[in-house]
Nanobody, 123 residues
Framework: EVNLVESGGGSVQAGGSLRLSCTAS????????MGWYRQVPGSECDLVST???????HYSDSVKGRFTISRDNAKNMLYLQMNNLKPEDTAVYYC?????????????????WGQGTQVTVSS
């Protein structure tokens, strides 16, 4: 059974840092595209960053220069280092696996998704 479990969320003040982790099980990450998405309840789901199986990395403009995605295929782990956090980064952060994942305000599909971890940034 495929399972993705996020951890590392919490509450921080603006300017602070958090490191999110995603533990993958039930498959090996070596040939799988991975990514982080975030969503404020009731709003659209947004791409944060992806780390492709071919090592290509992408960041949304809103986090570029502040967030760093990394993956450890041997440990089946995905990470997101978030620095200089801003109140607008407040959201539930989801780990996703697959090359066709997509999400909307009410649906996440196209691959495998974790249950999410809450990040709250206060001003």
């Amino acid at each position: 059974e495929v399972n993705l479990v996020e951890s590392g969320g919490g509450s921080v003040q603006a300017g602070g840092s958090l490191r999110l982790s995603c533990t993958a099980s039930g498959f090996t990450m070596y040939n799988v595209d991975m990514g982080w998405y975030r969503q404020v309840p009731g709003s659209e789901c947004d791409l944060v960053s992806t780390a492709k199986s071919d090592r290509r990395i992408h960041y949304s403009d809103s986090v570029k220069g502040r967030f760093t995605i990394s993956r450890d295929n041997a440990k089946n782990m995905l990470y997101l280092q978030m620095n200089n956090l801003k109140p607008e980064d407040t959201a539930v952060y989801y780990c996703a696996a697959g090359d066709s994942v997509y999400c909307s305000s009410s649906y996440r599909g196209g691959g495998y998704w974790g249950q999410g971890t809450q990040v709250t940034v206060s001003s």
